[in-house]
């Protein structure tokens, strides 16, 4: 009885073990004719590489079958050769089927089974459709040099160039707007002309994928690489901002608001008229302290002559603050909310502390992370 007993437990769990690893199986059969005894492969495409899955040879008739394993949406390639090839997206339980001609593999084929390989047939077409009607209108261009009407027809077809780039930008975004949780739309995301530029040049669209497919995939090394894209250029977009500011004339630094160590909330406004440096720090890293000794030579050399210093306390130890405000001799303003003072961090898009932006009388941002003999050099200047 006894032995039953195991023996029955034994089979469940084998069964149990068994339909697990079925679970994340996927197959791909189809028909390719003009092909019969070649070899077809599979190989999983990764962020900067790819990986060989499966190989068999086709029948005589042109048939195969392969197989694989997945538990996410997965990019592969299926190929004939290294150029002639089709992209799926499978993924677990996936009974894919496809049919073609070795001839326009890559170029012509039905697909069914699989939502994902669907999607990014459509996409492949779509962006070929458009790169085919700009070449035709390139070629007119060429061959129409020398025509008397050179100049008229090169401003229509240059709007007809126009208008098909703007027609596949609005379908690529439209499309990932409208599948922001379908591994499709990082295919889609990364799509180029044959010039070697994004379809999508949206930010706001591969921003609104990278954080919903990172909720979905997080395991994704495609989204991974997604995401970290977005962060990057979400970084330059703000550097970008800041710089744009640096280089505008007028008042170019954002104002700040935040309250001193007795409470009372000062401006960087205020200080109209005055040169001053926004210095961001934090009072309990001790690295960010290193260039207080050297703030406090410029600040009693330059003070009386029109120089104020703006610090910005980006920690959230009250007492920390103030045990370094008396320890460093900090007797100019010191600002901080004890949250990060986060509004600020961001308006100057401060990536590391300490760091700081020189400003004139007027406001405007004049040079950034000085410190020693060049804010020395600086401040002489602008207070000469």
């Not at 023996?7 to 769990?13: C, N, P, S, T």
């Not at 894919?96 to 939502?115: C, P, Q, R, W």
């Not at 630094?253 to 934090?282: C, M």
Request: aromatic share 10%.
């Amino acid at each position: 009885m006894i032995f039953r007993q195991i023996v029955f437990g034994l089979f469940a769990i084998l069964m149990i073990v068994s339909g697990c690893k079925k679970e994340n199986h996927f197959t791909i059969k189809g028909r390719i004719t003009h092909a019969g005894g070649d070899t077809i492969y599979l190989d999983e495409l990764q962020v900067s590489t790819s990986k060989p899955v499966a190989k068999t040879k086709l029948e005589e008739d042109g048939e195969f079958e392969l197989s694989g394993k997945t538990s996410i949406p997965t990019f592969y390639l299926l190929r004939l050769s290294n150029n002639n090839f089709i992209t799926l997206l499978v993924d677990s339980l996936d009974q894919v089927y496809i049919e073609a001609d070795a001839a326009n593999f890559s170029k012509e084929y039905s697909i069914k089974g699989s939502l994902g390989s669907v999607q990014v047939k459509e996409l492949t077409e779509t962006l070929n459709r458009t790169e085919y009607r700009l070449d035709s209108l390139r070629s007119l261009i060429t061959l129409s040099k020398g025509n008397p009407d050179y100049d008229k027809l090169l401003q229509q077809w240059n709007s007809e160039a126009e208008k098909l780039i703007n027609d596949q930008d609005k379908y690529s975004v439209d499309f990932v707007m409208k599948n922001p949780f379908s591994m499709a739309s990082v295919y889609a995301l990364y799509q180029k002309y044959k010039d070697g530029s994004y379809v999508i040049k949206d930010f706001q669209t591969m921003r609104t994928a990278a954080s919903a497919l990172n909720a979905i995939y997080p395991q994704s090394a495609m989204v991974k690489a997604l995401y970290e894209n977005a962060l990057q250029l979400l970084r330059q977009q703000k550097a970008a901002q800041v710089q744009q500011l640096v280089s505008e004339s007028g008042i170019n630094s954002p104002d700040i608001e935040l309250p001193d160590a007795g409470n009372q909330k000062i401006t960087l406004s205020s200080l109209r008229g005055k040169v001053v440096l926004v210095h961001f720090w934090a009072a309990e890293d001790a690295g960010s302290r290193v260039l207080n000794p050297l703030l406090v030579d410029a600040y009693e050399k330059y003070h009386a002559k029109g120089f104020e210093i703006y610090q910005v306390n980006l920690g959230t130890s009250r007492t920390e603050w103030l045990n370094a405000i008396k320890e460093d001799q900090l007797t100019w303003i010191n600002v901080g909310d004890l949250n990060g003072s986060v509004k600020a961090r961001m308006s100057y898009n401060v990536q590391a502390i300490p760091s700081n932006y020189l400003l004139d009388k007027d406001g405007s941002i004049v040079s950034k992370n000085l410190s020693g003999p060049n804010l020395d050099k600086a401040l002489a200047k602008l207070l000469k």
